[in-house]
């Protein structure tokens, strides 16, 4: 936590790097220290030290959160993929241990993910989403739902409420802005994604003999259509909106069907993660 600390500090007074650094640029240059077993653990363990650096010259005040010093753990983790380039600058061996001082590259492109991460968590103050999608029958399709958090999840949010406890959310009772911030409010949550996904199955069938006949396969098509309203709790309002579509194969209906569903869900977390960076570029001219 200490060491947390130190690192809102340096970014409380270096914020101003956030504006200087070109949009243009690549990556942004470290020289940091690192221990390990051997090398590549020590540079493992530059690397950290150099994302949480570069990480914290874009934290300011107003952006942080509650458990943002687990959010930031999180993000250096995952450190050796936002590395573009090492440099081994000095090593030694000491006490059964390699110490190294390296230069290392991280990634600061204006698409990179850990820009995208910490702009993300920063603008939109890392607010509690609950994801709830459903089928034509009216319950809940349980498939979707996990894609579409999982995507949240990938995002950076940490806040995702979770599926244990929007499973008792009426879907079928949400068509007013004051029925939905009622939603919102019971599960404590600042953005609702609401979807609703239609489905079907044909049979496959394939030329058979010259006369223009069919043969019937064992094969399915299925088809998926899923609209995903993003919603603002506190007024209930649609903030976002789109539609996906998707085809599967399977040998019945249903694993047609579910495949459809399945792709249609991976092209909607696409999609939400675009609505999300766009409230995210709203909410950065904002106070939250």
Known sequence: MERFKRLIERGLLTVSALFLLSASAAAQSVVVDGVGADERAALIDASRTAVEQVAGTFIDSRTLVENAAVKLDQIYTKAQGFVTGTEILAKEQQGGFVHLRARIDVDTSPDAQLM????????????????????AGGSHDRAAES????????????????SERTAGLDLSGLGSASSRTAAGQSLGADYLVLGSVESQATDISLPDGEDGSYRKTQLKSGCARLTVNVIRSATGEVVGTFTTTAKGVGTSEAMARSKA???????AAERLEEKFRHLGSEAGTHEW
């Open 116 to 135: 995208n991460n910490l702009s993300m968590i920063m603008m939109l103050n890392d607010p509690r989403i609950a994801v709830a999608v459903r089928e």
């Open 147 to 162: 894609a579409l958090d999982s995507k949240l999840l990938e995002l950076g949010f940490s806040h995702v409420v979770a």
């Open 261 to 267: 569903v399945e792709k249609a869900s991976a092209k």
